[in-house]
């Protein structure tokens, strides 16, 4: 595989909508072929699957559907656009990939990792992002974020802050656990800052 996969990683309202824009403006202009991509979701199953994730149920949904439902949509992810795409050269720069199920279902559902990281396994094959960047900001940032948006929350997003509170422990965990593919932007910074941190990270990438 040649080209380089990169994930972007955070809680509610971290903003990495805006930074997956800038980050695909940034390595175009370094000449990379660019798949933009999402999890869950990024093929018409995912798409599917993550409708299913995201709509707020009276019934609920049993954690163990929802960590497989993740990886269902992961394995097709994998197959139709990841691979493919990796084995043409090109750059992935998909919003979220493994590292938010440890951090979602692990942590915040609390869940069991070791059962997590035998699907993970067992689902991506050796596949691993070269490059991470976690926005990374408090809790109560995030959340007064989504709630300016004037929009319905989805599943996730109604959840309670200790929750994320939860995920976000996870997240930063993971970063001082493998600080060389996960790079921690400070997220509560202005939009110019955040980007010079985001471009020092793929500089060095690059």
Same mark, same amino acid.
């Given at each position: 595989? %040649? ?5 972007? !990683?955070?809680? /509610?309202? +971290? ?9 695909? &403006? ?12 999402? /999890? ?14 995201? &709509?707020? @149920?009276? !019934?609920?949904?049993?954690? *163990? ?10 394995? !097709? ?22 590292? +938010? ?10 869940? %069991?990792?070791? @059962? ?41 997003? #109604? ?8 995920? @976000? #422990?996870?997240?930063? %965990? =993971? ?5 060389? =593919?996960?790079?921690?932007? *400070? $997220? ?11 471009? +020092? $990270?793929?500089? !060095?990438?690059?």
């Amino acid at each position: 595989m %040649n080209g380089k996969f990169i994930s972007i !990683e955070g809680i /509610e309202g +971290a903003g990495k909508s805006t930074q997956m824009r800038f980050i695909q &403006s940034f390595l175009e202009q370094q000449g990379k072929t660019i798949v933009v991509t999402r /999890e869950p979701g990024g093929t018409a199953l995912g798409e599917q699957i993550r409708e299913l994730l995201l &709509s707020p @149920r009276d !019934e609920g949904m049993s954690h *163990d559907a929802e960590l497989l439902l993740m990886f269902a949509a992961r394995a !097709e992810h994998l197959e139709q656009v990841i691979k493919p795409a990796l084995a043409r050269g090109d750059w992935v720069l998909s919003d979220r990939f493994v590292d +938010a199920t440890f951090a979602y279902q692990g942590a915040g559902r609390g869940m %069991n990792l070791d @059962r997590i990281t035998s699907i993970s396994d067992w689902t991506l094959q050796g596949i691993r992002t070269d490059l991470t960047l976690l926005f990374d900001l408090p809790v109560d940032v995030g959340q007064t974020r989504v709630m300016k948006r004037n929009q319905e929350k989805d599943r996730f997003e #109604q959840e309670k802050t200790a929750f994320f509170e939860k995920i @976000r #422990q996870c997240y930063l %965990n =993971r970063a001082e656990n493998e600080p060389k =593919r996960i790079k921690v932007i *400070d $997220a509560s910074k202005s939009i110019d800052a955040i980007a010079e941190q985001v471009t +020092a $990270a793929l500089t !060095e990438l690059l």
